[in-house]
Structures are given as structure tokens and as C-alpha cells.
């Protein structure tokens, strides 16, 4: 008889990436300013492993920021690690339900009780025990969101100093929905040695008294998502992608990894549409997430075709996310893919034909990068109809490429858009028509596109990107060893 394999948590191997690359993208006194900081905690940490933790390697913004941060943080002189818990389907299924009631969402409308408490506790403790022989005390372990709450008694236990980071969240804590998440994170996460949110509305009651850290997400404006890329490789980019008309060119679909090796598009995705693909010149509007509920693309694609948008600027929208088999902690993808298909099917030929759905592989999640990259870049509006969000990254890449956003005024966004000034904000997310509305009024104005995206371009340089998340995030842990 066999016996069953115990999960073991990975460890995700990060080169260091070089601070000095950011001296060109920010002014000289911030630069100086977060570099010193760095500095001063790598001296605090000296002979400690500062622990990142959490669900997935690929596939989301959680795992994003932490491929540059811990590259970042290892060339700042800090011994930063990764490693990735083993979950299972029945552990991943109530962690999604967390997620979604923390968002204000019911989900899949299953229980939060002893019973879902239980199943995150036998997987925890099996990657708790495998940890365990890695994280020496003093060590700091940062655990992120909830699939990693019940990791924190038992690593305080074993001597670690302990922060749970939380990305998402929800500005009524009163919610019924948001408050029974809560009831079942709080007795974990409150042994914390400090939590981190990305906005003080996120932060529930109980946990204000102890030491709470508001740190924003911020993208890496060097990554293949987020590198500059001439217009010919964005083009070729896409025609490889199969996103738009044209004749591959296998030589020009060009691009960097994050330790600067050259790298190079090879495969297509997987798109549904009817008819041909449109050609380099059909302004397009794109969406560019996982295929999650609360993301809205049912709405967004109504929104569309509703009011016949495309017909303003003979536009096309693309509806853009990772291939469902390539993100291991969200089983819903594969069921909201499903719904949004039918959607498509059910649509009137006309507004049919200017609506792809494109699943971008994820075989080489660098390769995946340059795709968004690229389809962000072309775009002529850049949509986030969240009807949640705790911070919305793809809203700060398009601003970082310069493209005009319109996004839900929702949680973390409403801190990034200035609406009208760096983008538009929809401030019922669940209309269509105010979508359809904002849509039209920048497909009919590309002098106001411009305008946009320009300010969205400005904002987004100003507010200093990973470097200034490292730096915060930094502060925390030089304090609490201190």
C-alpha cells in the first residue's frame, strides 16, 4: 500500500533585481530616500530570512508583486525568500468563499463555519510542519491573504515574527458577508505581530489596536508586463497572439524577462470569435483580468454591445484573461469562462462579431506578461469594471503604458483614478449604461484619450511603483525586529 503524499509548501526561486534601475523612473530625492531605507533595514534583518508566503507562483497580482519585491529586496542586501503552500481542491473552494465575502460577495453561497475551519486547518498544518524546518526564530514570515491566516499561531509559536498582509477587502465592514469572513480569520490573524492592508477602510475593528500598516500595491514598471515595447513588437505581439489581423513575424514578437534575457512569443491564444480578427487599425477596448465574477465581464460585454459602442469608432472589444488550467487558487475560473462563453453565444451576430474572448496561456507566465503588455499597449481604452476590487493592478499598468481607464469606482481604485483628470470612473459599476457612456464619450474624442493618458501616465511615475512598496513594507519589518 502507498502511502499518501503529504503537501509540501515550494519554494519560488527569485533572482535579485537591480534598485539602481528605477534612478531614470523616479525623481533623485525619492529614489535616495527609499534606497536609504532599504538599506537601514537589510541592517536590521542581517542574519534573519525575511518569509514571503501564499497560495500561487503564477497567475494574479499577489504573485506578481512578490516576484519583483523579493528580487528587489535581495539586491537591497535583505535575505528574502518565497514559498507557495500545497493546497487542495475542497482548500482552495473555501478560501475562494473567503475571498468573495470579503469582497461583500456571497460566491458560491456555500457555509463559513467549523466544518470549512477544519479543512484549512489539515492542510495548514501539514505545510506549517515543512516550514517549520526552514523558518528559524527571529526570522520574519509574511503571510499573504486568506488562504495563509491559519499559518500565523503556529509560526509565532515556533519564535517567527509574524505579519499577515491582506490584498483585498471591503470599505462596509458591517456587511453580513464581509462579517462572517472576518469571523473566521480573526482568531488566526489577530496573533499577527502587525497586519498590512491596502487601505484603512479594509482594517476591521478588532485589529486597529494592534499595529496596522497601510501599504498600496505597486507594479514593476520593468517587468515583461510592464517594460516599454516599440510599436512594431506590440503589433507582431498581438498578430502571434492571434488578437489582431496580420502576418506573423516570429523575429519581431521581441521582449525581456525580468534578469534581462532575451525572450520571444512563440504561441497563440486560445480565442473564441466569429470571423476574422480585426486588423492593426480597429481601435480596441479591453479588459484584461481573471475570470472571476466580481470583475464584471457579463457587464461589461452587455455594456458593449448594448448600446452599440463599437459603432462610434468601428471598435472591438477584447475580453482578456489566463488560460483557467494555468491559476491553481481560483476554482471558479473554469465556471465563469463557461457563463461568459454562453453570454457570447446568445449575442446578436452584429455585436457577436466585434467581441473576442481570448485565454492567454500560461506554459511560460513571462510569455503570458508580454501578451497583456502588448494588448494594453494597443488599447485604445483600457476598461476595470470591477464591482469589487481591492486594488486594482491593471488599472496602474494601463496608467503606466499611458492608456485612458475607465474602472468602477470601487475600493482601491477610487485611490488610484482622479476621475476626469487621469481617468474616468463609473460610479455605479453595475450599470451598463453609464459604462456604455464613458466608453463612448472616449472612443468618439481621441484628443481626450490623449489628454487621459497622459495624466494617468504622470500619476502613475509619481507614486514610485515596487520601489516604494519595498520601501514601506521595510520600515515595518526593521521595526518589528527592532
Not at 195 to 210: D, H, K, W
Not at 301 to 319: D, K
Request: with cysteine.
Amino acid at each position: 500500500m502507498i502511502a499518501s503524499v503529504r503537501p509540501r509548501p515550494a519554494e519560488v526561486r527569485v533572482p535579485a533585481q537591480p534598485l539602481e534601475r528605477f534612478r531614470d523612473e523616479v525623481d533623485e530625492e525619492s529614489f535616495g530616500g527609499w534606497r536609504a531605507r532599504i538599506a537601514a533595514a537589510a541592517e536590521s534583518l542581517r542574519g534573519r530570512v525575511v518569509w514571503n508566503v501564499n497560495s500561487t507562483g503564477r497567475g494574479g497580482g499577489v504573485a506578481e508583486m512578490l516576484a519583483t519585491e523579493v528580487g528587489l529586496a535581495r539586491d537591497g542586501g535583505i535575505d528574502a525568500r518565497w514559498m507557495v503552500l500545497a493546497g487542495a481542491p475542497a482548500f482552495f473552494a473555501v478560501t475562494k468563499r473567503i475571498h468573495n465575502r470579503l469582497h461583500g460577495d456571497e460566491g458560491d453561497g456555500g457555509p463559513l463555519g467549523a466544518r470549512e475551519r477544519a479543512v484549512m486547518e489539515a492542510v495548514l498544518k501539514d505545510n506549517a510542519d515543512e516550514l517549520a524546518a526552514v523558518v528559524r526564530r527571529g526570522d520574519v514570515v509574511v503571510l499573504h491573504d486568506p488562504q495563509t491566516a491559519g499559518l500565523v499561531p503556529v509560526l509565532r509559536r515556533r519564535g517567527a515574527i509574524v505579519v499577515w498582509r491582506c490584498h483585498i477587502g471591503h470599505d462596509d465592514l458591517r456587511d453580513p458577508l464581509v462579517a462572517t469572513a472576518w469571523e473566521l480569520l480573526l482568531p488566526w490573524v489577530a496573533d499577527a505581530h502587525a497586519t498590512v492592508f491596502s487601505r484603512a477602510a479594509y482594517v476591521p475593528t478588532a485589529l486597529r489596536e494592534g499595529r496596522v500598516a497601510i501599504v498600496r500595491p505597486a507594479i514593476d514598471p520593468f517587468s515583461p508586463k510592464n517594460q516599454a515595447l516599440p510599436a512594431d513588437v506590440v503589433e507582431a505581439i498581438l498578430v502571434r497572439a492571434g488578437i489582431l489581423e496580420g502576418r506573423p513575424d516570429g523575429d519581431a514578437c521581441l521582449f525581456r524577462r525580468a534578469d534581462g534575457s532575451p525572450a520571444r512569443v512563440d504561441r497563440g491564444a486560445d480565442i473564441l470569435r466569429v470571423g476574422r480578427a480585426p486588423g492593426p487599425g480597429v481601435p480596441l477596448v479591453a479588459q484584461v483580468s481573471r475570470w472571476d465574477r466580481l470583475k464584471d465581464h457579463l457587464g461589461l460585454m452587455s455594456a458593449f454591445a448594448r448600446l452599440e459602442v463599437a459603432e462610434t469608432a468601428g471598435a472591438h472589444l477584447v475580453l482578456a484573461g489566463p488560460s483557467v488550467t494555468g491559476v491553481a487558487d481560483d476554482p471558479d475560473g473554469p465556471a465563469v469562462l463557461a457563463e461568459l462563453t454562453a453570454a457570447w453565444r446568445a449575442l446578436p451576430h452584429d455585436a457577436r462579431r466585434r467581441v473576442q474572448i481570448a485565454s492567454l496561456p500560461m506554459v511560460d507566465p513571462t510569455e503570458n506578461a508580454a501578451m497583456v503588455n502588448a494588448l494594453q499597449r494597443h488599447t485604445a481604452v483600457v476598461v476595470q469594471k470591477s464591482l469589487r476590487e481591492g486594488y486594482g493592478l491593471t488599472v496602474a499598468e494601463a496608467m503606466w503604458k499611458g492608456r485612458p481607464v475607465v474602472a468602477g469606482a470601487v475600493g482601491g481604485i477610487v485611490d488610484q483614478i482622479d476621475d476626469g483628470v487621469d481617468g474616468l470612473l463609473v460610479g455605479d459599476p453595475r450599470s451598463a449604461i453609464a459604462t456604455g457612456h464613458a466608453l463612448v464619450r472616449l472612443l468618439g474624442d481621441p484628443v481626450e484619450r490623449d489628454r487621459l493618458g497622459a495624466a494617468a501616465r504622470a500619476r502613475a511615475r509619481a507614486d514610485g511603483m515596487a520601489l516604494r512598496m519595498l520601501a514601506e513594507d521595510a520600515d515595518l519589518q526593521r521595526e518589528l525586529v527592532a
